[in-house]
């Protein structure tokens, strides 16, 4: 008897030894400096050129591309298919706080992975009371926005979308159970002022969509469609591929660009475990990602204490520092970024002014005196093709193919926007106010390019070259004699 209360005891003293060696290892604290070295946050932005950037670009939306979208209701339309327009949704207007907001960077992963750590050690939140709740549970079931802010405070998700200097305010369509799983939280930091971090729920193969109370596969892809960049965790234990995680890949078909794949966690395993797991990683992703060349993995351990002992140190802090260079340089280009959205949205807008416009002029070709509207019209939209609607837009305005929307999107939009609301594009012209159709068309082709232009080579974007000399004029040679 005494004798195994003697083990038992000298089990508990090693048990309280590892744990204090354990402790040990763990309290010493990584250094952080070259988080702030490659992000170059001791930098002073030059905040007069961009902030002349973004009004130039605001301006040419309201004049030139807004007023189409309001014409023809653009933001009525409505996607059938995710591949319809790969990181889009068909048929969302641009608004001044998407044109104003910062770049977003979203994290996504299995539950208890480290995404909340990696948040917590990027913005150095470790042992504050303002760092994100992590533990070897699934801690996360919010999807909580970190953004910049003069004071901490956290935002109700109520708030945020009601709010119309934001970009959230898209989001009320998810209803009210979803916005009380929605979180924000601003605070005074020098990353913050150039990105918005994103962190998810934790993916739990066993639980289904129905359980969380709102479309959790759908506000994903709305958080998918506006980020700049993407980071997928996964840590050595949870590399298993279940039918949510494989629906969030599909997802993700078309933003193959801005996705990095992240296997943190990784100074757990010894150099040989960690070549296996990588491989395995490899192919239980591959039926995933069907791309020429798949997105980057980074290897490392993305949270605030030392690396364990006897691991790869030196590999694991080069891979971190790629990861960050990846972030400032989404973060160094978010002007560049904004323009080609601005630009993309713009064709879409035109094309669908363009197909509306086709549809009308059908119409009235096909109506005559004893005609029933309904019935002819009903006709159109049931096989447009045999019309030539679409065809028609190819061969006269040089569309590509593979920017038509889907037929079926124009049966639900001429289903709650009767075709006699709207009037063909001839009619949209004004004196003081010209045609919209040119002014769409001269800021895809003129002055979005030009601002993008500008940027690039570093001049003032203040003026265009049109307000510079008036529209309509050419400039004076001085150097001709009159």
């Not at 040989?272 to 060349?293: C, H, K």
């Not at 009619?427 to 500008?454: F, H, N, R, V």
Request: glycine share 6%; net charge negative; charged share 25%.
């Amino acid at each position: 008897m005494k004798g195994a209360v003697s083990i038992c005891f000298l089990s508990l003293l090693l048990l309280q030894a590892t744990a204090e060696e354990e402790e040990d290892v763990t309290s010493v604290l990584r250094d952080r400096s070259h988080i702030d070295e490659t992000l170059r946050l001791a930098m002073e932005e030059k905040a007069g050129d961009y902030a002349a950037a973004l009004e130039r670009l605001r301006k040419i939306y309201h004049t030139s591309i807004k007023p189409m979208e309001q014409a023809y209701k653009y933001n009525e339309l409505r996607q059938h298919e995710i591949s319809a327009y790969p990181g889009r949704t068909l048929g969302d207007s641009a608004t001044d706080g998407e044109i104003t907001s910062k770049p977003m960077v979203l994290f996504l992963g299995p539950w208890s992975v480290g995404k909340s750590s990696m948040i917590n050690y990027l913005l150095g939140l470790h042992d504050s009371p303002y760092q994100l709740y992590t533990g070897a549970e699934p801690t996360t079931s919010e999807f909580t926005v970190i953004m910049h802010g003069e004071k901490i405070r956290s935002v109700e998700g109520i708030v945020m979308a009601a709010d119309s200097s934001r970009s959230f305010s898209p989001l009320e369509k998810f209803g009210q159970n979803f916005l009380e799983k929605l979180i924000g939280i601003e605070m005074p930091h020098k990353l913050l002022e150039r990105v918005t971090f994103v962190d998810t729920p934790g993916i739990i193969e066993n639980r289904k969509q129905q359980e969380r109370g709102y479309p959790f596969n759908d506000v994903c892809q709305w958080f998918i469609d506006r980020a700049d960049l993407i980071f997928v965790v996964f840590d050595p234990t949870k590399l298993d591929v279940g039918l949510e995680l494989e629906m969030l890949f599909r997802q993700l078909k078309g933003r193959e660009s801005q996705i990095r794949i992240i296997l943190n966690k990784a100074d757990n395993l010894a150099t040989q475990d960690l070549m296996r797991v990588y491989g395995a990683l490899f192919w239980s992703l591959a039926p995933l990602i069907n791309v020429t060349e798949p997105p980057r993995v980074y290897v490392s351990s993305f949270w605030p204490y030392e690396y364990a002992p006897d691991t790869s140190r030196e590999l694991f802090k080069r891979e971190e520092i790629s990861l960050l260079e990846d972030l400032n340089q989404v973060i160094e280009n978010r002007m560049e970024n904004k323009i080609a959205f601005i630009r993309q949205h713009g064709i879409r807008v035109r094309i669908h002014g363009l197909l509306v416009d086709r549809y009308v002029q059908t119409f009235k070709e096909k109506m005559s005196f004893f005609s029933d509207p309904e019935l002819v019209f009903q006709e159109i939209v049931d096989d447009p093709d045999k019309f030539y609607i679409f065809k028609s837009i190819l061969a006269k305005t040089n569309v590509s193919k593979f920017d038509l929307p889907n037929r079926d999107a124009y049966r639900d939009f001429f289903g709650i926007n009767p075709i006699t609301n709207f009037k063909p594009l001839s009619a949209q012209c004004s004196y003081i106010g010209g045609c919209l159709l040119d002014k769409i068309e001269k800021a895809i082709t003129t002055e979005l390019p030009a601002l993008l232009s500008s940027i690039n080579s570093g001049k003032q974007p203040g003026l265009s070259s049109c307000e510079a000399t008036g529209c309509g004029e050419k400039p004076k040679n001085r150097y001709r004699k009159n």
